[in-house]
T-cell receptor, first 113, second 115 residues
Framework: GESVGLHLPTLSVQEGDNSIINCAYS??????FIWYKQESGKGPQFIID?????DKRQGQRVTVLLNKTVKHLSLQIAATQPGDSAVYFC????????????FGAGTRLAVHP | EPEVTQTPSHQVTQMGQEVILRCVPI?????FYWYRQILGQKVEFLVS????????KSEIFDDQFSVERPDGSNFTLKIRSTKLEDSAMYFC?????????????FGPGTRLTVL
């Protein structure tokens, strides 16, 4: 069946360090992946996305890496700041034509001063 | 910057009552979605809507649920007879029609509490 999972439920980092959040997906037919950030009481906020024809994509302070061989996705946050504290979800688009998103369980990132 | 809006932010209802959750998607978007998130759990897909009809729905989206786009701006989710287990955050999302623009943009959510 379709599923997306995460390796670590909670990640604690020091302010200024780099963070790496990991995600495993099971549907090899998925061709689009997204990372969302969710702060308490708010909706998922788009961070960065990547298509399956790419291995890496960079944004502002964030990088997403896609390893299709092992079906692994990661989000790297450079110079983590207190404002980065949130729950991070990876999601894949599944195989449906209308691109429903299948979310992983989420990783809580806690940034300590 | 345009964003998805949802009302109300919090809805409290008695079991068995009908509720309607409202969403205003981003104006030039053509695909609309409802998701839910039970407290502490992951976000789950409920239904997608395109061209005034349901395009896909999950097992959660049973006969008690319905969606409607009554006018050119609103997108609603109705739960006909709420159950305790319907208590969750409900998120509306939308995306453009462009095949290259798969990103779904989410609203802030409606917290539904069924007593």
């Amino acid at each position: 069946g379709e599923s997306v999972g995460l390796h670590l439920p909670t990640l604690s980092v020091q302010e200024g360090d780099n963070s790496i959040i990991n995600c495993a997906y099971s549907n090899s037919a998925s061709d689009y992946f997204i990372w969302y950030k969710q702060e308490s009481g708010k909706g998922p906020q788009f961070i960065i996305d990547i298509r399956s024809n790419m291995d890496k994509r960079q944004g502002q302070r964030v990088t997403v890496l896609l390893n299709k061989t092992v079906k692994h996705l990661s989000l790297q946050i450079a110079a983590t700041q207190p404002g980065d504290s949130a729950v991070y979800f990876c999601a894949e688009n599944g195989t449906g034509g209308y691109n429903k998103l299948i979310f992983g369980a989420g990783t809580r990132l806690a940034v300590h001063p | 910057e345009p964003e998805v809006t949802q009302t109300p932010s919090h809805q409290v209802t008695q079991m068995g009552q009908e509720v309607i959750l409202r969403c205003v998607p981003i104006s030039n978007h053509l695909y609309f979605y409802w998701y839910r998130q039970i407290l502490g759990q992951k976000v789950e897909f409920l239904v997608s809507f395109y061209n005034n009809e349901i395009s896909e729905k999950s097992e959660i989206f049973d006969d008690q649920f319905s969606v409607e786009r009554p006018d050119g701006s609103n997108f609603t989710l109705k739960i006909r007879s709420t159950k305790l287990e319907d208590s969750a955050m409900y998120f509306c999302a939308s995306r453009p029609r462009d095949r290259e623009a798969d990103t779904q943009y989410f609203g802030p959510g409606t917290r539904l509490t069924v007593l």
